[in-house]
C-alpha cells in the first residue's frame, strides 16, 4: 500500500498543490479540513485513480470516506483491485 500512496501524493504535490517539494501532510490528513482540496480537485482525483489503477468508480462512491485523504483513497484502491 506505500507504493500507492506515493503514487497519490506525487500526484497531488505536483497537480493540485504546484510543488515539487512532495506532499507535506500526513497520509490520514482531511483535504476537506486542511483545505488540501476543492471538490473540483476531486473530480481529478477520482479521474486520475480511474486511469492510473484501471478501476471504475461509481458516483456513489465519490465520497469523503474514499477521498478525503491519502489514507482513504489508498485504502478505497486497494479495495478495488484485491
Known amino acids: 500500500m506505500a507504493a500507492i500512496k506515493e503514487i497519490i501524493k506525487n500526484y497531488i504535490a505536483e497537480n493540485i498543490l504546484f ?11 482531511s483535504f476537506l479540513e486542511n483545505g488540501i ?12 485513480v480511474e486511469e492510473t489503477f484501471n ?15 491519502i489514507e482513504s483513497i489508498a485504502n478505497f484502491i486497494q479495495r478495488k483491485t484485491n
Open 19 to 29: 510543488t515539487d517539494k512532495g506532499y507535506p501532510y500526513p497520509d490520514n490528513a
Open 37 to 48: 482540496v476543492d471538490s473540483m480537485n476531486v473530480m481529478e482525483i477520482v479521474a486520475y
Open 55 to 69: 478501476i471504475s468508480i461509481e458516483d456513489s462512491e465519490i465520497e469523503p470516506a474514499n477521498f478525503d485523504s
